[in-house]
């Protein structure tokens, strides 16, 4: 009898069961992207939150530098602190610029704790801007 049916119809009867096969398949790669994704997001904001503490930890010890505060890095330290983040670095230039480094640890993932990132920050006088 499937001798008499027409051959597309042949095919479209070997190929039966392929759209499970193809479910299943797209369902396993979905379950392994989305935690990959998740994970890649929560790492960019992670650093877009370091990068923005050490901006205003850099412009404190810069403020400080201009007020001849003697210990310009405790400003530094103290905005860390007061964000929940570690001062790495703070470095006074010559030129009254401040360079500060931040790091923030990357909140766990299933119970894994990723590692951190750091933020880095440069910060000084008006004079020393770039003007393009």
Do not use: F, K
Not at 29 to 49: E, G, Q
């Amino acid at each position: 009898m499937s001798a008499n049916r027409p051959a597309h119809l042949r095919r479209w009867r070997a190929e039966r069961g392929s759209a499970a096969a193809l479910t299943l398949c797209s369902a396993v790669l979905l379950m392994l992207l989305v935690p990959i994704a998740i994970s890649v997001i929560i790492a960019y904001r992670a650093h877009s939150r370091a990068d923005g503490i050490a901006d205003l930890a850099a412009i404190a010890a810069a403020q400080a530098v201009q007020a001849r505060d003697p210990e310009p890095c405790a400003a530094a330290l103290t905005v860390a602190r007061l964000n929940a983040s570690h001062l790495g670095t703070c470095d006074v230039r010559a030129n009254d610029s401040v360079l500060v480094t931040v790091t923030e640890p990357l909140p766990p993932i299933a119970g894994l704790a990723l590692g951190t990132v750091e933020g880095r920050a440069l910060a000084g006088p008006a004079s020393l801007a770039v003007t393009p």
